[in-house]
């Protein structure tokens, strides 16, 4: 396999520095990591492989085209791997005019700098450059949730041609930078794909989504919180699995062409809470089950009910398949929160307190 120097936006965050660390572990690659170090850009998430000769690092906002146009000068970049993007739901109805900023004004900041630097490269660089967008299952909407469905019903799953019907202001941003990526294949020839995955989770992992919030807020005694009924279904991934996939996707997916990333489990959130409330029961038990923290609080404006991918494009073309089961990579979460106190620790004395966010009222 011939080396490649693969550009990385967004590579300080939860998955971005999962793909840095699959690149420098378990390739010959090397990892340009170009990340503005918002609140959760961490650069201590890549401390096991930043002393790598194949990594660098940029501290660059992506809607600063002059410094984005000095980072592929300078490196020479063969892949654009696309992660830099605002993505919490939560954050993006309190909020929502930075995720139009970064996730749409940014990603065409990005295309432009790109296809001018792809206007400069040799035949053969051309050949092999890609710029690989990573999305969401988010921008397809939600769909049919079985407690409304007749029993025994085949519920559907998004496919690479769902129609998009974004809910969120974070999930029309995504879509719309979507859009912009595969506009510019059209119209400019710019060679690009695009990857929509479910819902991430695993070491590493901001303590502002419902995982590691639930590991932490038990491990300190405070509520669990569960919007609505907590019957709202996801699709969990396990953020090492989809690392694998997005390298492969980049190095091997066809131009063009959008590939569904998920992890087989469709999971109710209360599941999950109470899932990690027994992983804790056992492991690191206490005077009483940590089920009984959990409250129900009111739901998110908005909530999709149900997401859940069909991943079978990526298996079928690029022999892609999730190796975690919700069960092992959920203890295998756990496991890593309770091994690395003072890395979520140092989080948690940052600008996020675990306070609950997208209420709409601010």
């Keep these: 396999m011939t080396a490649k120097t693969i550009l990385v936006t967004g590579g ?147 496919t690479e041609t769902t129609p998009y019907a974004p809910s969120s202001p974070y999930s029309a941003s995504k879509a719309s930078s979507d859009q912009l990526v595969r506009s510019w294949l059209r119209t400019y020839n710019l060679p690009t794909l695009v990857t929509n995955c479910s819902n991430n989770y695993g070491p590493y992992h901001f303590p502002e989504k419902l995982i590691p919030l639930v590991i932490l807020n038990a491990l300190a005694g405070k509520p669990l919180p569960v919007y609505g009924k907590g019957n709202q279904i996801r699709d969990w991934l396990y953020v090492e699995d989809h690392a694998r996939a997005l390298v492969l996707v980049a190095l091997k997916g066809e131009i063009g062409e959008t590939y569904n990333i998920g992890g087989h489990n469709e999971k109710q959130n209360i599941e999950v809470v109470t899932t990690i409330c027994r992983i804790l029961d056992d492991i690191k038990p206490k005077g009483e089950a940590y089920e009984t923290q959990i409250t129900y609080v009111q739901d998110r404006p908005g909530h999709d009910m149900r997401y859940a991918i069909d991943a079978s494009k990526i298996a079928r073309e690029l022999g892609w398949k999730p190796e975690e089961t919700f069960e092992s990579g959920i203890r295998k979460t756990v496991l890593w929160y309770l091994d690395n106190e003072r890395w979520w620790k140092a989080v948690q004395e940052g600008s996020y307190q675990g306070e609950r966010l997208g209420t709409g009222g601010a």
């Design 12 to 158: 300080a965050g939860f998955i971005g520095s999962a793909v840095i660390r699959h690149i420098i572990n378990d390739t010959p690659h090397t990892a340009i990591n170009l990340d503005k170090l918002t609140y959760a850009g961490n650069l201590e998430s890549l401390a096991p492989v930043s002393d790598s000769e194949r990594y660098h690092f940029e501290q660059v906002d992506i809607c600063d085209g002059e410094n984005v146009k000095r980072v592929l000068n300078q490196y020479q970049p063969d892949i654009i791997m696309h992660l830099a993007a605002e993505s919490h739901v939560d954050r993006s109805i309190d909020g929502p005019g930075e995720f139009i900023q970064t996730n749409v004004v940014g990603t065409y900041t990005l295309l432009e700098q790109a296809r001018a630097y792809y206007a400069t490269l040799s035949d053969e660089k051309k050949a092999g450059f890609k710029f690989h967008h990573i999305s969401t299952d988010e921008v397809y909407g939600d769909l049919p949730h079985p407690d409304d469905a007749e029993p025994g019903a085949e519920l559907p799953l998004f």
